[in-house]
Nanobody
Framework: QVQLVEAGGGLVQTGGSLRLSCTASGRTFSTYVVGWFRQAPGKGREFVARISSTGLNTMYADSVKGRFTISRDNAKNTVALQMNSLKPEDTAVYYC?????????WGQGTQVTVSS
């Protein structure tokens, strides 16, 4: 069983930066793919970024490419999402998820609000 806890959300102005973290319990975390997703009010959940178990492969949604960077430290059981050049449309609850063939484990989410 893996438990995920997100942190780092908050209120920031347009153009600002935030760094989200996802900390996991459980020794199998290092073997899992980890993804970040977000859900804005009234909208469905949206993929943001993912990182392979080794950290060597990453993927981003077109909407965040070039602005967001995902990274992981398996020794600390953490995955980070560095968000730069934030826009009001980035406002959402951000979730991390982990799994092997599918995302079996989800965190509770952290709110990111970007003011214009």
């Amino acid at each position: 069983q893996v438990q995920l806890v997100e942190a780092g959300g908050g209120l920031v102005q347009t153009g600002g930066s935030l760094r989200l973290s996802c900390t996991a319990s459980g020794r199998t975390f290092s073997t899992y793919v980890v993804g970040w997703f977000r859900q804005a009010p009234g909208k469905g959940r949206e993929f943001v970024a993912r990182i392979s178990s080794t950290g060597l492969n990453t993927m981003y949604a077109d909407s965040v490419k070039g602005r967001f960077t995902i990274s992981r430290d398996n020794a600390k059981n953490t995955v980070a999402l560095q968000m730069n050049s934030l826009k009001p449309e980035d406002t959402a609850v951000y979730y991390c998820a982990a799994g092997d063939a599918r995302y079996n484990y989800w965190g509770q989410g952290t709110q990111v609000t970007v003011s214009s």
